[in-house]
């Protein structure tokens, strides 16, 4: 056994969404993402439109990869020098494919969303064991991160400086995935009584209120909002809808308003599009101007602390630090999935 500080791990995958990388590969990704789930074909087209107007190129491998390079450097730094590999749900590298690649070891995977709930946490654990099935493999995932004080600490300073620097500005929204109102019901561990996707947003809102007050001197209304909505309309959501919220805020004569994407890591096409083209055109019809703030992406104190989460995960699982991480994993119910009763790992 090799003394590495990840030990007794041999590689770290990064999990995630995936995206098209050309214009054929967006009808094949959007087949996948929706395959089963009652997503109307109008709203497909719409989306296929929205990739498009991108050339068929969604940013969110790339900064993926980038991720990737950043945690292996940061690991470096720490004497790690394990593989550091990226795997998607919906596009190439495919899980399936990277853990056939890895096998056989022991492996720590961190995803790149932060809240719980069936699509950002239990969905990628069901991906795994799926992908795990007949290989000799050890799977640990680190737990979701939302709730970390330097997850919320980098999201308010790339928050505060890009309102400094806007200046004028009146009110924040946070602004997060939206997700079915039964989805977010069963999200967390049934003990605690579900809607963990939902409370955990409220938290982070909140909290970023006030380090927004601390660092910019000023405190400014802060409430949450969603995006991306799908789904049949009869199908009830979580909201107020970000573009909604924004023409309510218009007619109380609100002119420049903050949009702090909470519920992403990185740049993708729900950020460039749902916030940078399309609520943007809505509050522009309002003559209400949108100053948006960035994700965390490679920023080195968000990597940072995925590194110390992966090295405290590891020294649980060498014994030298019972349940100071996985004490929050994920019980057997947690996040359920509301359609089938597929096997999950990573569980308690
Ligand atoms: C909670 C959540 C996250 C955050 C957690 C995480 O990051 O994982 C997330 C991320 C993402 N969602 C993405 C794209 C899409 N999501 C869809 C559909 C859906 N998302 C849902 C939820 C979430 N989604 C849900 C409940 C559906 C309905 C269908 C279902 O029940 O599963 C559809 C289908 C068309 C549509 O309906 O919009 C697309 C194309 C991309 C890629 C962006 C890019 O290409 O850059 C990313 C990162
Ligand atoms: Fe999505």
Known sequence: MSGH???????CVVLSFGGPEGPDEVLPFLRRVTAGRGIPDERLIEVGAHYALFGGVSPINAQNRALVAALASEFAGRGVDIPVVLANRNTPPFVEDVLAELSPGRILVLLTSAYRSYSSCRQYREDLARAAHGHDLVIDKIE??????????????????????ASGVEHVLTVAHSIPLAMDDASGPPESGGNAYSTMLAEVTIDLGARLAERTGVARPIDLVFCSRSGPPN????????????????????????????GFVSDHMEVRYDLDVQARERAEAVEVATVRTPTVGTDPQFVAMLADLA???????RGEAP??????????????????????????
Do not use: H, K, M
Request: hydrophobic residues 40%; charged residues 25%.
């Open 5 to 11: 500080p990840l030990a007794p791990y041999d590689a």
């Open 144 to 165: 979701a991160y939302g709730d970390q004080p330097a997850f919320r600490d980098t999201l308010a300073r790339l928050a505060g400086e890009a309102i400094d620097a």
């Open 235 to 262: 199908q009830p959501w979580l909201e107020p809808d970000v573009g909604d919220r924004i023409e309510e805020l218009a007619t109380t004569g609100v002119r420049r308003i903050a949009l702090v994407p909470i």
């Open 311 to 317: 090295l405290a995960r590891a020294a649980e699982a």
């Open 323 to 348: 349940g100071c991480v996985s004490a929050t994993a994920c019980p057997t119910d947690c996040c359920r999935n509301l359609r089938a009763d597929l096997p999950a790992l990573c569980g308690r």
